[in-house]
């Protein structure tokens, strides 16, 4: 017969326990086996387990019984207890593990600050790999397009954005926050930034087949949409969120045209910025 499902108000005891309370997740555990696994949806698509939420508040003691009792070591888990050739065997083998989040969105450098004096090799070394020197790679830059978008037709924009696209898959790449804001009656403003690990890998995303066709596509499609706007004007109305004049880090290729009359688009602007300096949470910090 198979077992029944835990109920959500044990499974949210047992891992709200794990923060904190080693006596608490013995006990609970030892009524019901079945809780070593659970995992506990905060909402938001926010999954936690025991063991995750122990690592990354650093509770050492109860992520090394849950360990004993079998759970499943993970990468986070790892780094907050100091296994630094796991956690290096990984990161060679899956370089973009360096950038997961772990529950609540906390990174695997936190957790690894979390452990304190037993993790301090792995926070070394997870911080050489986030921040290079100037001799290296680079310092990580974020790439910013400033869209200017016509007020009540912002939603046709953002939908591009909703689904991954290629970009995702380069070397070099971290992240894309996409930011919307109304500015006025007659404009909105949307804001897509990419994170990438120097502007090397930026530039040759930038410089790739992959780029050109993409924004080829686009600028076809947009010139099939008005007969009388030149395509070279439309491509920026339509752009893929980084345009062509990204590469220069000033004013994209959009100035060069104006966007069609009935399109969403006014006018876009690229900016690169250079990451300077990164603030962690202060409880995570204050272990250092």
């Known amino acids: 017969m198979a077992k029944s499902a835990l109920s959500n108000e044990l499974v949210r005891e047992f891992v709200g326990s794990a923060h904190a309370d080693l006596a608490k997740v013995q006990t609970l555990l030892a009524q019901e086996p079945g809780l070593l696994h659970a995992s506990m949806n905060w909402g938001g698509d926010d999954w936690e387990t025991a063991i995750g939420a122990a690592s990354h508040v650093g509770r050492r003691d109860i992520a090394q019984f849950l360990l004993s009792k079998g759970a499943r070591i993970d ?6 207890l100091g296994e630094l050739e ?4 990984t990161l060679t083998q899956y370089p973009q593990q360096l950038h997961a989040l772990g529950p609540h969105g906390i990174t695997l450098y936190q957790h690894a600050l979390i452990g304190g004096e037993q993790s301090k090799e792995v926070a070394a070394y997870l911080k050489s790999l986030l921040y290079k ?4 790679s680079g310092h990580m830059i974020v790439v910013e397009n400033r869209i200017e978008v016509r007020a009540g037709m912002a939603d046709a924009v953002l939908e591009r954005f909703r689904t991954p ?9 971290v992240r894309m926050d996409v930011l919307h804001a109304a500015v006025s009656e007659e404009t909105e ?3 897509v930034c ?5 502007e090397a890998d930026f530039q040759a995303w930038a410089n790739s087949d992959s780029f050109r066709h993409a924004h080829a596509k686009r600028a076809s499609e947009a010139a099939a949409k008005s007969d009388a706007q030149p395509a ?3 491509a920026h109305g339509q752009g893929q969120g980084h345009g062509s004049g990204a590469h220069g880090g000033g004013q994209s290729s959009a100035a060069a045209g104006e966007a069609p009359a009935s399109g969403p688009i006014v006018g876009n602007k690229v900016t690169i910025y250079k990451v300077v300096v990164s603030h ?5 910090a204050e272990t250092v």
């Not at 990468?75 to 907050?80: E, I, K, P, S, T």
């Not at 020197?133 to 290296?136: A, L, R, V």
Request: charged fraction near 25%; avoid cysteine; hydrophobic fraction near 40%.
């Open 75 to 80: 990468l986070f888990a790892a780094a907050m």
């Open 280 to 284: 962690l949470p202060k409880a995570a």
């Open 133 to 136: 020197d100037e001799e290296g």
């Open 232 to 234: 070279h004007g439309s």
């Open 165 to 173: 696209k290629s970009v995702h898959t380069f070397k070099g790449f």
């Open 194 to 198: 990419t994170t990438w690990e120097s």
């Open 86 to 89: 796991l956690v290096k065997s």
């Open 189 to 191: 403003e949307i804001r």
